[in-house]
């Protein structure tokens, strides 16, 4: 495993070699040990995985508020996604600034968004898939989410967004005097 940083501090690229012979490819998708650097003492308490069928479908941004925040790593089993964290961090240089990465199963790689950042992504494949590892449980009264299109952060989807959930539409912009999430 090799750990690019990007330009949001705590937001890592994993990438991942697979060794391939006649019968197919085995890769590892996690290993404590190997990413000790960016999970540090934190557990995975909980692996979600996730289906979307349409191309332009987006999902997201949502996260978790204190004390529930939690990081996740997130890979694609199947299709093509533009998967997106935005730093919501109070104090953070990159407050309000979002990074994106494609992933895909042939690329091989994950996406860690650290606690304070908004996640979300737009399907770029028919069917995609994704897998989430999460460091903390979900807590459904620590719900916290942003707008797909809030104008103060301004996430350069690839495709026009499609096919929202209603619970992601009804999110709100961002206050003018967000200041961030407090960890």
């Given at each position: ?7 949001i ?62 990081m ?29 990465v ?31 590892l ?11 989410a ?38």
């Amino acid at each position: 495993m090799n750990l690019v940083e990007t330009s949001i501090p705590g937001a890592w690229i994993i990438e991942n070699t697979a060794y391939q012979d006649n019968r197919g490819a085995f890769s590892r998708l996690f290993c404590s040990q190997e990413l000790q650097a960016i999970v540090s003492q934190k557990k995975i308490v909980q692996i979600n995985h996730s289906m979307t069928h349409s191309v332009g479908a987006v999902r997201g941004l949502h996260y978790q508020n204190p004390p529930h925040a939690e990081m996740k790593i997130v890979r694609c089993l199947k299709g093509r996604v533009f998967d997106v964290a935005v730093d919501l961090r109070q104090g953070s240089p990159t407050f309000l600034k979002w990074t994106a990465v494609e992933l895909t199963p042939e690329n091989r790689l994950a996406f860690v968004i650290p606690e304070g950042c908004a996640h979300g992504f737009q399907v770029l494949a028919e069917d995609s898939e994704l897998l989430y590892l999460h460091t903390a449980f979900y807590a459904p009264g620590a719900e916290g989410a942003v707008r797909f299109d809030d104008p103060r952060i301004g996430v350069n989807w690839p495709l026009t967004p499609t096919d929202l959930s209603s619970r992601d539409l009804s999110h709100p912009h961002l206050k003018e005097n967000f200041k961030g999430i407090v960890l």
